[in-house]
């Protein structure tokens, strides 16, 4: 049985690990359970890096303060487990909204916490890595009445962020927004999100279906995942919604072959779809020593040369004519090179604009983009 002391040091040790991961700019910490330690782990800037390991605390006890700040069954250790919590500097006044998700492992039990961005000031299309006539194409791609809008690219390229400064964007008293998402990421007040819950008979259908009878302006399907979820997200389009959405795809022309594949006909493409936009995310160089070394590590980046990430975008309106494109060339190669006669600049070429602006380096464009695209 444990005493108020020991229930203290466990909430203490917590603070810590978190205020550590904070002061880092952590976007992921994982809480790990090793043979004899508790390793902590965090995700900074896209790279996981091992934080400490702790042998004073017990590592049961430290998930169970994990799962009793995110509402979770502590005596359940056989299964996953999905929640959300606060946490903060402040550990009287948290106000940083975090993901939990827990997984049974060999040793104990494992905890990953993702920090979400804490509100709409930091949704901002300013601020996503778009050059200024990309994020021209696609502020004209969401000031459309109706039509789908594709966000892609690999899991953590950002998509959710770009998702929602679009809708940020949209926010506005005169639209109705409603989400469908599995699970809610960033609470944005103003915008009518339901989560995914299939168990109790909230799948996508059903949600989409209710949804429509809710008088909706624009609709965000947090994920394009399989065919009938495209299906539904076309019919949406095509009734008079502006529709948003993701699709796990290599890059934004191997999108609309993906849509294709999965069932939609290319005169529903060539009506329905308005703009695709695929993206990564790279590492910058410092901006107070610009990556460049000196006899004294650099205090802001600590001698690595790199810190944040911006956004490598690249922007595809879907235009009648690139429609009628995409119906002639049926090899993305073929389609590509026609889109880049027209204008359309690839995730190399935006991203080598970056690397001529002295945001980031070549090896870092490439070590993101070498291998999807």
Same mark, same amino acid.
């Given at each position: 049985m444990s005493t108020?002391?020991?229930?203290?040091? *466990? *909430?203490? /040790?917590? #603070? $810590? *690990?978190?205020? #550590? /991961? +904070?002061? /880092?700019?952590?976007?992921? +910490? !994982?809480?790990?359970? !090793? $043979?004899?330690?508790?390793?902590i782990r965090i995700r900074v800037d896209g790279a996981l890096q091992l934080m400490g390991r702790r042998n004073d605390i017990a590592h049961e006890r430290i998930i169970a303060r994990i799962k009793v700040l995110a509402r979770l069954d502590i005596a359940e250790q056989r299964l996953p487990q999905d929640g959300r919590l606060l946490l903060g500097l402040n550990y009287s006044k948290p106000d940083m909204d975090c993901r939990v998700s827990i997984l049974p492992t060999l040793h104990g039990e494992k905890a990953v916490l993702r920090l979400l961005p804490s509100g709409a000031h930091e949704l901002d299309m300013g601020k996503l890595g778009l050059h200024p006539e990309q994020q021209a194409l696609l502020a004209d791609a969401i000031k459309q009445p109706d039509g789908l809008i594709l966000v892609t690219g690999p899991t953590g390229s950002g998509k959710t962020r770009t998702l929602y400064s679009c809708l940020n964007q949209l926010n506005r008293n005169h639209r109705n927004i409603c989400s469908i998402e599995d699970p809610i990421e960033i609470r944005l007040p103003g915008v009518n999100q339901v989560a995914y819950h299939p168990k109790a008979g909230l799948d996508f259908s059903c949600i989409v279906r209710a949804m429509l009878r809710q008088d909706p302006d624009v609709i965000l399907i947090g994920e394009i995942r399989d065919a009938a979820t495209a299906k539904l997200a076309i019919q949406a389009a095509q009734t008079g919604h502006l529709v948003l959405s993701t699709l796990h795809t290599r890059g934004a022309i191997a999108s609309a072959h993906r849509l294709r594949g999965l069932g939609i006909a290319n005169d529903e493409l060539r009506d329905c779809l308005r703009c695709i936009t695929s993206q990564r995310l790279v590492r910058t160089l410092c901006s107070l020593c610009h990556g460049r070394r000196t006899d004294l590590p650099c205090t802001q980046c600590h001698g690595s040369g790199l810190l944040g990430r911006i956004g490598v975008h690249e922007v595809l309106p879907f235009s009648p004519a690139m429609g009628c494109a995409f119906e002639r060339h049926t090899s993305i190669a073929e389609l590509t090179q026609y889109a880049k006669s027209i204008g359309f600049e690839d995730l190399h070429t935006a991203g080598m604009r970056h690397v001529a602006q002295e945001r980031i380096t070549e090896t870092e464009l490439h070590a993101q983009i070498g291998s999807w695209h």
């Open positions: 108020p002391h020991d229930d203290f040091t *466990i *909430i203490r /040790a917590w #603070q $810590e *690990i978190v205020a #550590q /991961a +904070i002061h /880092a700019r952590a976007t992921d +910490i !994982h809480v790990e359970a !090793h $043979e004899d330690t508790t390793a």
